[in-house]
């Protein structure tokens, strides 16, 4: 049961353009939500980070925006730059000591 | 401060044979976590050490075990290796919770031939 769902495996986006992942959930008692980035052969880097009190976070050229009611993260990156071509992973805990539960992963792909 | 390492990078078994992997957290953090990262399922929590306990774990056969040691590093074993065990195994270390910024090693790739 795929509880943190990336339903696009890979994304292309022009550099300089914006670009939008995608992340839905199934578990209502989720309320910390977090993006890492992953690049071949290294392990995931956290990126940003939302509680469930707030619908936006901005951090630079990342926002992540919550949309509770429809169980619905996406991270915003303006403007799309070379080097963010890399997998991105949405993940998520029930909070305190809970564990984080991941997604399956969006490619990225900046298109010089 | 230093990251987090793993040890070894790449290992090859064969099925039936065991192996253990170690992981040494950032200076100071006492959580450790452990991931298996397999094509197309993302990464499946497997188990996580603070102070030396499980504190809590995925949903993975008791082949799979781990522990953590008095200076925090941790060590994770898998023991009747099968084929699918073939997979990039993750470990992250935080503070203290997981709502802390996670901090995940650069992984050891084992492939089960």
């Known amino acids: 049961d795929q509880q943190v769902k990336q339903n696009s495996p890979s994304l292309s986006v022009q550099e300089g353009r914006i670009s939008i992942l995608n992340c839905d959930y199934t578990?209502?008692?989720?309320?910390?939500f977090l993006w890492y980035k992953k690049y071949p052969a290294e392990g995931p880097t956290f990126l940003i980070s939302?509680?469930?009190?707030?619908d936006k976070n901005e951090d630079g050229r990342f926002t992540v925006f919550l949309n509770k009611s429809a169980k619905h993260l996406s991270l915003h990156i303006v403007p799309s730059q070379p080097g963010d071509s890399a997998v991105y992973f949405c993940?998520?805990?029930?909070?305190?000591?809970?564990?984080?539960?991941f997604g399956t992963g969006t490619r990225l792909t900046i298109i010089p | 401060k230093a990251g987090v390492t793993q040890t070894p990078r790449y290992l090859i078994k064969t099925r039936g044979q065991q192996v253990t992997l170690s992981c040494s957290p950032i200076?100071?953090?006492?959580?450790v976590s452990w991931y298996q990262q397999t094509p197309g399922q993302g990464l499946q929590f497997l188990f996580e050490?603070?102070?030396?306990?499980?504190?809590n774990k995925g949903n993975f056969p008791g082949r799979f075990s781990g522990r953590q040691f008095s200076n925090s590093r941790s060590e994770m074993n898998v023991s009747t290796l099968e084929l699918g065990d073939s997979a990039l195994y993750l470990c992250?270390?935080?503070?203290?919770?997981?709502?802390?910024?996670?901090?995940f090693g650069p992984g050891t790739r084992l492939t089960v031939l």
């Open positions: 992250a270390s935080s503070q203290d919770s997981f709502n802390n910024e996670q901090f």
């Open positions: 578990n209502s008692m989720f309320d910390y």
């Open positions: 939302i509680s469930s009190i707030k």
């Open positions: 993940a998520a805990s029930a909070g305190g000591n809970e564990k984080l539960t």
């Open positions: 200076s100071g953090h006492r959580s």
């Open positions: 050490y603070f102070s030396e306990t499980q504190r």
